[in-house]
Each structure stands twice: as C-alpha cells, then as structure tokens.
C-alpha cells in the first residue's frame, strides 16, 4: 500500500552509520553541509548535484547523525549542545531555490523520499471498529492517491502469509478507537499497541536523540513545506481534486414569473452556494464533489498560475508534490503524538525556545495550511471520523497551539507579568472551516458538546476519538464566523422547539416580533421600553420585524438601520434615570459614560433596571437577526456576560480589564504591586471601596496580601459597583440567547465581542471587487468602466471607504470572513452626470450610473455617501 523499507532495511541502517562512523566518516557540521549544498547547486549535471548532496539527504533517515550534523559548536556535550537549526534551513533554502540551484527540483525529489523513509509509518485511516474485527490489513483503493490507503477493512489473513513487522503492525491497526473499544480485542492486538508504547518510552538517551532529530528534520523540510500549497482569491489554501472534473448539464425548471432557472439539487463544494448554473462539474469518479462553474473556472486559473510559478515540471508533478506535503504533515503529526509524554513535551520546549520565531512561525503556518485545504474534503464525506490521518494533521496543530502557549507561563528576570504567546493565537485559525457545512457541524457537535481538546503535552496516551474528530471540539482554532453561524443553528433550534410545544392551533412558522419606532432617540426609547415590558423570554425570543414611523422600506437593510440608531439612542439618551423625573441633560440621567478608549461603560448614577434590561435584549437580538452593532462597549461587558451564564470560558478578570474602564486606577493598581516598600499601607490607603465581604474590613494593605488585594478590588469593581446596571443589562441579553449551549460552552470574551460587533478590519476595496458581481453592463463597460469605478474607490481615503461601506450595507463593520464575503453588487443604474449612485442596503446592492469621464464618477459618489443617512438623503 505504501513505500515502506521492510524491516531489515531500517535495522540496517543505523549499523551502516555506525561503521561509517569507525572508519572515521563522521557526520558533517553545518558547515560541511553548506559547503556540499553549494557544490550541488552549482553541479554541471542532476546526477552530480544528487552525489554532492546525497549525504545530505541520507542524514535525514539517520536520527543520531542528523542530530550530530547540526551542533553549532563550543559545547562539550554535543547531546545538550544547541542545534543551528537557522543553518540547517539556509543549507536546504540554498539547494531547493530556483534562482540559487540549478537542480531545485531534482534534488526535491531525493529530498521528499528521503523524508518519506525517515517516517515510513503511515497513520491509517479508518472508521472505529467493533470488538468482534479479526485481524486488519490496509487495503488501496483506485480513488486515493498514490501513497494514501483509503480505509482499514476487514479482512481474514491467509495461511502462511508473512509475519508483518513491529512497524507494519502498529501501522495496520486503527488509532481512532478509543480504549472501551480496544479492550474487546485479542491479546496479540493488545500486545501490538503496548509495543508500540515501550518504543515512545521516555529513556533519556532515546528521547534526548527524538527530540533532537525530530527538531532537525523539521527545520530540513521547512523550505518544502512553508507557502507550498496554492490559495484560493480569500488566501486559503486549496488543494486540486484528484481526478478530472467533468462537465454535467442542469434540468431546466420554469418559474412563476416566466424566468428560466436551473435545478441541480447540488451544492457547490468550494464557495457552498447552491448551483443555479445551467452547467457544473461533477468528478468523473463519482467523488461527492461538485463545482459550480465560477469555482471551476477560478480553481484552474489558481492553479495554472501557481504551477506556472512553482518549477514544477507539469500539473502531475505539482499534484505529487502537494500531496506529499499533505502526506508529511500527517506522518509527522502520527508519530509525534505516538511519542510519550515526556518526550513530547520536550519537543515542543524546543521548538518553542530553540527555534527562530520565523522558523516557528513559518511551520505553524505549514500545519494550518494543510488542515485548510483538506478540511472542506474531509466534510465531503459523511463520517469525517472516517479520516484518521487528517485529524492527526489536527492533532499536530494542537500540539504546535499547546508549545506556542509554552511562553506565556515563563517569566523572565526583568518582567513583572509573563509574556503573550510566541506567536499570536489568530495564526491558528482554520479559515478553510467557513466552506464547510455549519448545520452538519452543529449536529455532531450536539452528541458531545462537553468534549475538550486534551493537553498534547501533558495526555498520557493520545488516542483519537470520535470526540476529538469534530471541527467544533476545536474551538481554538475554529474562526468566529463559523462559529457564529452555529450559535444561530442553537439558538433557532431552541425557537423551534419551544414554538412547537406552545404555538397557537393553525400557525405554522415562528412569529417575528414586530416593532414600529420613530427615529427621535428619546421617543424610540420610550417604545422599546413598552414594547418589552411584561414580554417573558420566550416572548422575547424572536426574531424582530422593524419599520420606522412614516417609513415604507422594510427588510434586512431597515434591520440594521433600526439597531445603529437605537444604540446611539442609549448613548445619547436621558433614559438612565428612573421614573419621570428623567429630562434630557439632568445629572445622573445618561446610561453610559464615554472612557478615554473611546468606548462606554456604565454610569453609576444610572438607576432605570428596565432601559439597561431592553438594552440587553438588543444585544442578544443584534445575533439573532445576523446583525452586527457599533464596537462601542469594552470587551470586559462580555467577559461578564458569559459569566453570568455560568461559561467555563469567562475566565477571571485582571488589570487589563480594568484599564479598558478606569486606566487611571488600573495605573495605580500597578504602582501598587510594583511597590516593594513596607510602607505600602501608607502610600496607597484602602483604596476607597467597600470590601462587601471579599476580604475583612479591618484587613490592612501589606506586601503579602497586595495581590489578593488587588483582586478583590477588581473583582468588586466589574460586580458589586455596577450590579443595579449590568444584572438587568445581563438579564435581558440571557433572555434572548440564554438557552444556546454552544454560547455557554465553546465561545470566550474575544469572540462574543466579534460575534456582536463584527471585525474592526481596514475595508480592503480589491478584497471586496473579488466578491462583487456586476449586472446590467455591456463587455465594453466591464472591461473598460468598472475598472474605473474600482479605481475611484481604492483611491479614497479611510474614511470615504468606511461612508462607502456604510451607504451600501447600512453597517461599518466587516464581515466575518473578510471584505470580500460582502456580497457587492454594481447594477448599471442609467446613464447621466446628473444622476447620483444609490443602493439597496438589504442585498449590499449599488446602483452605479455611468459618468462621462472619471472626475465627475468620484464626485458623485463621495457626494451620496457622504450625504446619506437611512434610506434617503439627509
């Protein structure tokens, strides 16, 4: 099934090392090794090239002679000496790029199959079995690549067939059952795996020679594996289909109002949209795969241009090399995480401290690209446990996530608080999961939304399960916009099912609450807060149908209109204060006071339970109708949020937190735990709070107790201070989202906030033109005319790209999975300079006349965004 050296062969070569090693053929340096590259890179002929660097490569299968190669020097125990890990990188950059190497493709060709012998034992891919399986042979299938086995079946073993070896074994047996099921196997089985667990033990010779071996070959394949995958127009990489796409005809469906449309019951597997198209494409296979024909077009241009610029000799050879890519990444993530604990944990110690952040960085980067352009495959199939490869590629990445979190614990002489990660933790995120069907992941996700991701460095004994194999148990590295379509799967599934035990005789849907309001703040308060009283949660939780006083637009676009202007309602408002004593300007009235980062947070004085109430159930109803609000409220806000509906994710709060509110006494906090002093208690008081409870009255400030101190106050301040504003302002939100337990389980503070507000992103107008589509124009205006227009807008500043933004989508804020998911459309809108573009925000629809020259296209455009508010012109 897979080119694996027998036995004999790998028990050989560690014998051939060490008699090259007697007769004094010891491993070369770095240096050496560069100065071989060189030659080989300059070598007359292929041939010559692969004598100069052959030694190179065979170091790669040969764990205590790659690990020897790389000691820098100066150390005289070169096990603990430092790796040059950088040096092994440039030696490989330098034979492996076309424009330093004559011979780049050649050599990476050696160089792939000798990193293949290195890790010869495949993980299997295999659904989990039952007790009753006999003995499991890998079996190929014509629908697989070359080297990849499809599935472990089954299979009676023939009389005298031969005894396969240690690694052969434990290659054929299925590493995605979890241990309940293995219990039921024979004891030969059993005997297998514990064998396969001796060889991971954590002798501090063999461990000492994985880890550093590991680490080396990882820096000698890096140049193959960073920025090796192509990338779709959202900078996702991809990898091609294996087999031919060919090209199918819809039916032709008549509709009501006499337009043709096609029907194919298919939806396309790159952008997700169901195929409308007259023509798509089906793998000639009968693979479950479809394109429509704008992905199948794009997918081939993608990959002319990249074959065009990556030296590959033909779109084969390129294919093989992508798929050894994905086919490393998976060994390596197999036999990583079969190492035992302490081994592991080594490993990423080193990698985390000994490597170069841009080495780091760069084979972080490598791991999410490969789980990115096999993801969206892996949900083709309707088990995506069936896959255990891919999800060691998973686990690989987790174990990465777990070694980059290794510096935040680790606290330097000169530093008073730990440090961030190596590398940010958004570098993690699989955008490839926005492609994959988030309904589908919702319902696997449902049998056990209490599964965790284990600790890669601190588990005991891996195992895949079917825990492990489903997108949303990785919640870190899932992005927000996935996430929050599945929160909306949760929360209208709750809405259904409650409808259903008490909807009226007769109706059929779930009822929108329907909300007629004013555009003058104080008035539209005033309805919303009669609108919501005595409304119970389930009353509440609904999605809303708004339209304003004197207004006939309805739809998405009023929607969004309706939730801008309510909350600048709550901002600039007197509804603060209780009763009717409230009058615009009065001491005490408004909601919220504006801090030096330019956000809100409570005013103390505030003391109406119900505006704070109907403030809350906003919030909540901004997610349930797919509209993000203005980022105006502090992150901490959603911290306690998902406090209050008791998230493992809250998390505590500290002096971050408290500077995003009071930055002056958030400074002061610090002074006060740098001070060193035993005048402490003079120098800082009390500090001017009532202890509630949270620590003794007569409790004096000293050095031992400053920190419990500090906390005490923090916590004091997010609770017991603003208690009268944020419990019915938290009530109201819980109203509406409360019984989602995917909020409640797998979403932090960071992500609540983007679920609500959107991203805080630069607008990327060539990242919008990518997903714009344009009607009504002829060949000549769309190759001549939009450009133009396209132009016009790139060319405006920030802020006239943020009014653009808003005048089409009625929102400032972008979409989750980036500008160019804004779904533009440039509809001809007549000829004239006399005309001005307007747009239908409810379908981010822009109806662009055409100008005589370019001058008077960008005047009128920046004269109707920069004048427009609702649905007309102020």
Known sequence: VESTPSAARRRAAPAAAASARAMGLEPPA???????????????????????????????????????????????DPSRAPRDYAGVVGVF????????????????????????????RQPPRSPPLSPSVPRLRLVPTPCEAEEEPEAVVAEEEPEGEAELSLDEECAAVPMDVSDDLLAGRDDGMNRVLEADEAMSSDDDGAGEQFIVWIAVYLAALLPQLADALPRDHGGVCIIPHPHEMEKQEASECSGGNGRTYYSTNKICDNCGARIRDKHFYHCSENCDIDFCQECQRSSQELLGKFLARSGDEDSAAMSRRLFWVVDITERIGFYVLRRGVEQRARLAHELAFEWPKVMFEQLIQAAVDVVNAKVVHVQDVKDVTSDSRFWYSVGWLQFLYSANALVCGTLRLDEQASRGPKVEYERFILEGINKCEPLSEFKRWQKHPSAKVPDMLSVGKFRLTRDFCSFLTHSNLVPVSFRRVCLLCDIWEHIQQEAERNRPAGLEHVQPLHLEVPRDPQVLLEVLLATFDGLTDMQLRRPLR?????????????????????????????????????????????????????????????TNADAFRACGILLGQAVLNNVFVPNIFPRVLYARLLHDLDSPCSGPLGLEDLASVEPE???????????????IAELFGDLGWARTGRIPEDCQLTQANKQSFVQAYIDWFFRERVARQLEPLSAGFRAVLGGSVLLRSIVDAVQLEKIVCGGAVPVDAAAMRRGATHEGWTEEELAEYLPMFWDVLMGLSEVEKVQFVVFVTASDRVPLRGWQDLGLIVYKDGVGDERLPRAYTCFSQLLLP???????LRKCLLLAVANSEGFGLR
């Open 30 to 76: 770095v240096a050496a090794l560069d100065a071989r590259a060189r030659l080989a890179a300059a070598a007359p002929s292929a041939a010559e090239a692969l004598a100069h660097f052959g030694e190179a490569l065979e170091l790669l299968a040969s764990p205590k002679d790659l690990s020897e190669a790389c000691v820098r020097g100066g150390s005289e």
């Open 850 to 856: 055409r100008y005589s020259d370019r001058e008077t």
């Open 665 to 679: 006494v958030a400074k002061t906090m610090r002074r006060l735990l740098d001070h060193v002093g035993d005048d």
């Open 546 to 606: 708004v339209t304003f006083a004197g207004e006939e637009a309805i739809g998405p676009g009023v929607t969004k209109e309706f939730f801008k202007v309510a909350f600048r309602s709550f901002l600039n408002s007197s509804a603060g204060a209780a009763g009717e004593s409230a009058e615009v300007g009065c001491k005490g009235a408004k909601m919220f006071s504006c801090n030096d980062h330019r956000t809100y947070w409570f005013d103390e004085d505030a």
């Open 93 to 120: 950059e330098l034979v492996l790029g076309p424009g330093t190497s004559k011979w780049p493709r050649q050599i990476g060709e050696a160089a792939r199959a000798s990193a293949l012998r290195a890790l010869p």
